[in-house]
């Protein structure tokens, strides 16, 4: 089946600081999967902070990019500079119509002053 | 913000009593996922529908869960007779498509099953 692994938490960086969280998935019953990175901040629900549906291409919001890398297999998730606020569970996703959607475990991120 | 609609949002049940969550979709959007979180974090797809028919469902939501989500009415979820292992967070999500440009899914707050 399907499976997506991402980095294993928890991670912790100062503001400031570069933060990657590793992604990669196998998408063995999709040939060409939608990869998502979805975020559960403290006490909210889980929402999308950004999509891609095209290998090759690169997806960003909030500061975060994401490029889809069909070649490796990957779909991991940057951010050049991290703020407190950015303190949440991070999920990387792949997509599949008729299955919905498969999650890796989450990443816990905290970031300190 | 998502506007998937989840009720209740924490349900206690001792084993072997239903247990039935609602889930309201997002206006507009006919294709609805049901999830299940176990306490490891480890999401699991259970079924969805799109508009009242199922599209998919894994064979565990074929023995004791059910679901249904009927013209005009919330979309609801059932487990006939709960047991331990049910305890988990149960998210809906509600899309405009199950792929492409409009697969994005909105999530609902969720419902806290716990199964004594």
């Known amino acids: 089946g399907d499976s997506v692994t991402q980095t294993e938490g928890p991670v912790t960086v100062s503001e400031s600081e570069s933060l990657i969280i590793n992604c990669t998935y196998s998408a063995t019953s999709i040939a060409y999967p939608n990869l998502f990175w979805y975020v559960r901040y403290p006490g909210e629900g889980l929402q999308l902070l950004l999509k891609v549906i095209t290998a090759g291409q690169k997806g960003s919001s909030r500061g975060f990019e994401a490029t889809y890398n069909k070649e490796t297999t990957s779909f991991h998730l940057q951010k050049a500079s991290v703020q407190e606020s950015d303190s949440a569970v991070y999920y990387c996703?792949?997509?599949?119509?008729?299955?919905?959607?498969?999650f890796g475990l989450g990443t816990r991120v905290s970031v300190f002053p | 913000n998502s506007k998937v609609i989840q009720t209740p949002r924490y349900l206690v049940k001792g084993q072997g009593q239903k247990a039935k969550m609602r889930c309201i979709p997002e206006k507009g959007h006919p294709v609805v996922f049901w999830y299940q979180q176990n306490k490891n974090n480890e999401f699991k797809f259970l079924i969805n529908f799109q508009n009242q028919e199922v599209l998919q469902q894994i064979d565990m939501t074929e023995k004791r869960f059910s679901a249904e989500c009927p013209s005009n009415s919330p979309c609801s979820l059932e487990i006939q007779s709960s047991e331990a292992g049910d305890s988990a967070l149960y998210l809906c999500?509600?899309?405009?498509?199950?792929?492409?440009?409009?697969?994005?899914?909105?999530f609902g707050p969720g419902t806290r099953l716990t199964v004594l």
């Open positions: 996703a792949l997509g599949s119509y008729a299955q919905g959607l498969t």
């Open positions: 999500a509600s899309s405009l498509s199950g792929t492409g440009v409009y697969a994005e899914q909105f």
